[in-house]
């Protein structure tokens, strides 16, 4: 039996509107998309293991976005990621990471083919710099700093 989630999503004119442009511009970061049209499928009604089979992703990630904009609305949608990427780790660990990836690999003892994100969080745990990272929030720290130097943001 399907679960039917206690977070009934019912959106304003202004809401479905940039929710609607949100999910149709092709500019945007996948993930903000996705979080869109996730909200405007619920908005119709549709439960969440429905709106995960035609979006192609998990039930849960569904799930916690519904719930996000049902608590915070728009402004939650938007800003989720920095405040995930950002708000767990000091900034002081943010700039030693970024200073670790603009080394050459050769410093690490590492082959320059090998020196992923996740290699670089592997690293920061095993020095001690932090008790666990994973290497896609290295991964969107760095990005960050390339989409703020590319798109001037």
């Known amino acids: 039996m399907p679960r039917i989630s206690p977070y009934c999503v019912v959106l304003t004119p202004d ?18 998309v ?11 009604g549709l439960g969440n293991d ?19 904009f049902f608590e915070d609305r728009l402004e939650e949608l938007g800003n989720a990621l920095d405040r995930v990427a950002l708000g767990l780790f000091s900034p002081d660990l943010i700039v030693q990471m970024k200073a670790i990836a603009c080394e050459f690999p050769a410093v690490y003892r590492v082959p320059t083919s090998r020196w992923s994100p996740a290699d670089k969080a592997r690293y920061a745990c095993q020095s001690g710099l932090v008790v666990t990272l994973s290497g896609s929030t290295v991964w969107r720290w760095l990005n960050m700093d390339l989409l703020i130097g590319v798109l001037g943001l």
């Open 15 to 32: 809401e479905e509107r940039e929710l609607k442009r949100r999910a149709a511009k092709y500019t945007l970061p996948y993930l903000k």
């Open 50 to 68: 429905e709106i995960a089979a035609k979006l192609d992703t998990r039930r849960e990630v569904v799930s916690m976005w519904r719930k996000r």
């Open 34 to 44: 996705i979080r869109a049209k996730i909200i405007l499928l619920a908005a119709q």
